[in-house]
């Protein structure tokens, strides 16, 4: 089992930054793609970016590409989503999410492990 939990969520204003976190115990998450994943009310989870499990290779949504950077510490055993530029249509609760596969997915379904989420706000 992995236990997840996010980090790192709050307001800011449109153009700022965050870096989210994602900090996992139970196992250790080089043996694991992540991925990170965004849902808003009444919307389905869409996937944002990942990265394999070896770490040398992410993915990112066509939205947030050149914005967000997924990268990991595996000493200590931290995902982490920078994300700069930010929009208000960023806005949502951001989940962190594992899977026992070498390539990070890009469905919802692709994951077997998730953390609560933290939301992520942006004015305009």
């Known amino acids: 089992q992995v236990q997840l939990v996010e980090s790192g969520g709050g307001l800011v204003q449109a153009g700022g930054s965050l870096r989210l976190s994602c900090a996992a115990s139970g196992r250790t998450l080089r043996n694991y793609s992540t991925g990170w994943f965004r849902q808003t009310p009444g919307k389905e989870r869409e996937f944002v970016a990942g990265?394999?499990?070896?770490?040398?290779?992410?993915d990112y949504a066509d939205s947030v590409k050149g914005r967000f950077t997924i990268s990991r510490d595996n000493a200590k055993n931290t995902v982490y989503l920078q994300m700069i530029s930010l929009k208000p249509e960023d806005t949502a609760v951001y989940y962190c999410a594992a899977a026992r596969t070498v390539v990070a997915g890009r469905g919802p379904n692709d994951y077997d492990y998730w953390g609560q989420g933290t939301q992520v706000t942006v004015s305009s």
């Open positions: 990265i394999n499990w070896g770490g040398g290779s992410t």
